[in-house]
């Protein structure tokens, strides 16, 4: 019945508590591990892919209010911010005005319900590490919760397996990081296992626009979702043009063996292929992480198969302890949710605005997202006030964690509305009311101060 490694790890996940149904899940990918299976994706194998735009589509106002009042909203809100030195959930940061990204999105459903007079059920896919904290942040929305759903469901865990012979790693020092989160792509176990997929269904919802916590973009539309249930599509995800921020990051595709559309991410891209990656003429879209699916659909795809959905491996190696190079290479099965694109026959995409895609994944990200680039209307909603967000790079060495980062901008991010870029090399505080117009570099061999209503200019 397998080899002993997989015997043990599926001990392991049983004895602490994890679905069986993840059990199963997980197996299945570890002997795809044992074949030497790595989940490449050779540039070979595939053809650029080009899409509908929603600009151009044609969605009349009652197709648009009849598919949002039957459309539940997940979030996923798994992770804890770790890279910026956060220890919590990450959807807990400060946006603006004292608003966390958690007080924004419970806001902006609970405007879209008044606006189409829908139920709009709101979940939050949580990770034991955070759903404590989200749920009691929550609490203050008393009417957030709709009557016969929860407000969470968790993500499922797996044991990390050792690389040099995919036995599970041990680390009684911390216990916690023999464990790791199995992808994006454990919603549809997580759904399944808890009930969750047929509770919706049960409740008279079709529809499931999921989204991450830390984009702020992703609101719950009405004309996507009128979009959406026109195409009769069992699967979609919205995508935008890939910027050079991008090149590094995954993209969409086809596939010439059978003409499905594959997401192809950047740790499925052999070396071989890094120059057709990053050829942001021949692959011109990356993923939102925007997804909707079609409640029937994805049960009875999830039936047929067992409740394996059969999402391509994700083999991502690094160590035992991400802060410890010393400790052994171990390997982290993963999976994307969006590559679920390529299990159901139909699935498409759409092209929508960088409005709609507005992701904090570093603190340059939460610079931009602090600033007067966007406006917050009273539906919260995010308002791009510019036509093209700046790049900003700010030194890591002073600006990469939270705490520092928060400490040199005291008093609030400066303007950005008239800047094209912002580059800072060094140790710099800034004051309030800065404003940064046109590309500005800043190189501080030691620690500097930009007072108060400074302006900066490119020179030269």
Request: glycine letters at 8%; one cysteine or more.
């Amino acid at each position: 019945m397998g080899s002993k490694g997989l015997a043990i790890a599926r001990a392991k996940m049983q004895d602490a508590g994890v679905d069986p149904v993840a059990v199963d899940t997980f197996a299945h990918y570890y002997r795809l591990l044992e074949h030497g299976e790595t989940g490449m994706i050779p540039e070979s194998t595939i053809d650029p892919l080009d899409m509908e735009a929603l600009v151009d589509v044609e969605v009349s106002d009652d197709v648009a209010a009849e598919a949002i009042r039957r459309t539940a909203v997940i979030k996923l809100n798994g992770g804890l911010g770790t890279s910026m030195g956060m220890d919590r959930a990450k959807s807990l940061l400060c946006v603006r005005r004292g608003l966390s990204f958690l007080d924004i999105i419970a806001r902006q459903v609970l405007h879209q319900r008044e606006k189409y007079g829908a139920p709009l059920p709101l979940i939050f896919m949580n990770s034991f590490r955070t759903s404590s904290d989200t749920m009691a942040a929550l609490a203050r929305y008393q009417d957030l919760q709709v009557d016969g759903l929860p407000l969470e469901f968790l993500q499922n865990k797996v044991p990390k397996l050792l690389a040099s012979d995919l036995m599970p790693a041990g680390y009684p020092k911390n216990p916690d990081l023999e464990w790791c989160p199995p992808g994006h792509g454990d919603l549809y176990t997580a759904l399944r296992g808890t009930g969750l997929l047929a509770q919706l269904l049960d409740a008279g919802y079709r529809y499931v626009f999921v989204s991450n916590s830390d984009n702020l973009g992703a609101v719950p539309d009405a004309r996507v979702a009128g979009w959406f249930a026109g195409t009769g599509a069992p699967f979609a995800i919205e995508a935008v043009r890939r910027t050079p921020s991008d090149r590094k990051g995954g993209h969409f595709a086809r596939r010439r063996s059978d003409g499905r559309i594959v997401l192809r991410e950047s740790a499925q891209t052999l070396d071989s292929d890094r120059e057709a990656l990053a050829d942001l003429d021949r692959h011109k879209f990356t993923s939102t992480n925007n997804l909707w699916f079609d409640l029937r659909a994805m049960t009875e795809t999830l039936d047929a198969r067992q409740g394996i959905l059969g999402l391509p491996l994700i083999r991502n190696v690094k160590h035992l302890d991400p802060g410890k190079p010393s400790t052994p290479e171990v390997i982290q099965v993963e999976t994307a949710m969006g590559a679920a694109i390529e299990i159901f026959e139909g699935a498409r995409t759409i092209e929508v605005g960088r409005d709609r895609f507005v992701p904090v994944k570093t603190t340059n990200d939460l610079l931009v997202l602090r600033s007067d680039i966007y406006d917050l209307g009273k539906d919260f909603v995010l308002d791009q006030a510019t036509e093209s967000v700046p790049f900003v790079d700010l030194d890591s060495d002073f600006y990469k964690l939270v705490g520092d980062f928060d400490k040199r901008f005291p008093e609030g991010a400066p303007s950005l509305r008239r800047a094209t870029s912002l580059v800072v090399d060094g140790d710099v505080t800034f004051g309030r009311d800065v404003s940064v117009v046109g590309d500005v570099a800043i190189q501080a061999p030691s620690a500097q101060r930009v007072e108060a209503a400074t302006v900066l200019e490119s020179r030269g």
